[in-house]
C-alpha cells in the first residue's frame, strides 16, 4: 500500500503545479523574504504594510484564480493583475528611503531580484495572453516593459528625500530582467507552463 499511496500523493503535486501555483509561490515566497529581511534589518513593519498587502493581495489573487481556472485558460486579462501588482510593489519600495533601517549587507541586491521576478510575471502575461511563438519576440516585448518600468522608478526615486537614482541601478535593474527572460524560457519548456495547457479538448 506504501508504493501506491506515494505514487497518488505524487501526482496530486504535480497536478498542482500550474501557471497560477507558480504565480502564487513567487508572491508568497518574496511576501516571507520581505518580512525575514525587515526583521533582520530592524525595520518599522507599519513602513511596510502597503507592500506587504501587494504581496498578499498577489498570492491570495492567483490561489483564487487557480481555484476557479483549472484548465488555465490563456487570453485572460487576469494574468496582467501579477506583474501590475508586482510593479505597484516595486514603486512603493522605492518611495522611501528608510533612514531608520539597519541593513546587514548591500541592499543593491534587491535590484535584480526584483526586476527577475518582474521580467518572469510579464513572460507569463505577454506569453499566455498573446500566445507568442518566437521566444525572441516575446523576449523583446518583457525587456522593453520591464526596462522602461525600471527607468520610470529611476526616476521616480529622484523625487524621493534620501534616495539617488543612478545609470548603475538601471543596468543593474536590465540585468535582472536579463535573467527573468531567461528564467521565464526556461519554465516556458516545461509542458504544464505552456500556454492552454491543462485545457479541455473540443469534443
Same mark, same amino acid.
Given at each position: 500500500?506504501?508504493?501506491? /499511496?506515494?505514487?497518488?500523493?505524487?501526482? %496530486?503535486? !504535480?497536478?498542482?503545479?500550474?501557471?497560477?501555483? &507558480?504565480?502564487?509561490?513567487?508572491?508568497?515566497?518574496?511576501? /516571507?523574504?520581505?518580512?525575514?529581511?525587515?526583521?533582520?534589518?530592524?525595520?518599522?513593519?507599519?513602513?511596510?504594510?502597503?507592500?506587504?498587502?501587494?504581496?498578499?493581495?498577489?498570492? &491570495? =489573487?492567483?490561489? &483564487?484564480?487557480?481555484?476557479?481556472?483549472?484548465?488555465?485558460?490563456?487570453?485572460?486579462?487576469?494574468?496582467?493583475?501579477?506583474? /501590475?501588482?508586482?510593479?505597484?510593489?516595486?514603486?512603493?519600495? =522605492?518611495?522611501?528611503?528608510?533612514?531608520?533601517?539597519?541593513?546587514?549587507?548591500?541592499?543593491?541586491?534587491?535590484?535584480? !531580484?526584483?526586476?527577475?521576478?518582474?521580467?518572469?510575471?510579464?513572460?507569463?502575461?505577454?506569453?499566455?495572453?498573446?500566445?507568442?511563438? =518566437?521566444?525572441?519576440?516575446?523576449? %523583446?516585448?518583457?525587456?522593453?516593459?520591464?526596462?522602461?518600468?525600471?527607468? /520610470?522608478?529611476?526616476?521616480?526615486?529622484?523625487? &524621493?528625500?534620501?534616495?539617488?537614482?543612478?545609470?548603475?541601478? !538601471?543596468?543593474?535593474?536590465?540585468?535582472? !530582467?536579463?535573467?527573468?527572460?531567461?528564467?521565464? %524560457?526556461?519554465?516556458?519548456? %516545461?509542458?504544464?507552463?505552456?500556454?492552454?495547457?491543462?485545457?479541455? =479538448?473540443?469534443?
Amino acid at each position: 500500500m506504501q508504493a501506491p /499511496c506515494s505514487g497518488i500523493r505524487r501526482e %496530486l503535486m !504535480i497536478a498542482r503545479i500550474t501557471p497560477w501555483g &507558480v504565480v502564487a509561490a513567487i508572491f508568497a515566497a518574496q511576501f /516571507c523574504g520581505a518580512v525575514v529581511v525587515a526583521a533582520a534589518f530592524q525595520m518599522d513593519f507599519r513602513d511596510l504594510g502597503f507592500q506587504l498587502l501587494i504581496l498578499f493581495l498577489g498570492c &491570495v =489573487s492567483a490561489l &483564487v484564480f487557480l481555484r476557479r481556472d483549472r484548465d488555465n485558460r490563456p487570453n485572460d486579462f487576469r494574468w496582467w493583475i501579477p506583474p /501590475c501588482l508586482y510593479a505597484l510593489f516595486i514603486f512603493l519600495m =522605492s518611495d522611501d528611503a528608510y533612514p531608520d533601517a539597519l541593513p546587514l549587507f548591500d541592499t543593491n541586491i534587491f535590484h535584480p !531580484i526584483e526586476y527577475l521576478t518582474l521580467a518572469f510575471l510579464l513572460g507569463f502575461a505577454f506569453d499566455r495572453v498573446f500566445r507568442y511563438r =518566437s521566444a525572441g519576440g516575446l523576449c %523583446l516585448f518583457v525587456f522593453c516593459t520591464g526596462g522602461f518600468w525600471a527607468v /520610470c522608478d529611476e526616476i521616480h526615486q529622484s523625487f &524621493v528625500p534620501g534616495r539617488t537614482p543612478t545609470f548603475a541601478d !538601471i543596468a543593474i535593474d536590465f540585468f535582472g !530582467i536579463a535573467a527573468g527572460c531567461a528564467v521565464y %524560457l526556461a519554465f516556458r519548456r %516545461l509542458p504544464l507552463m505552456k500556454p492552454g495547457a491543462g485545457e479541455k =479538448s473540443p469534443a
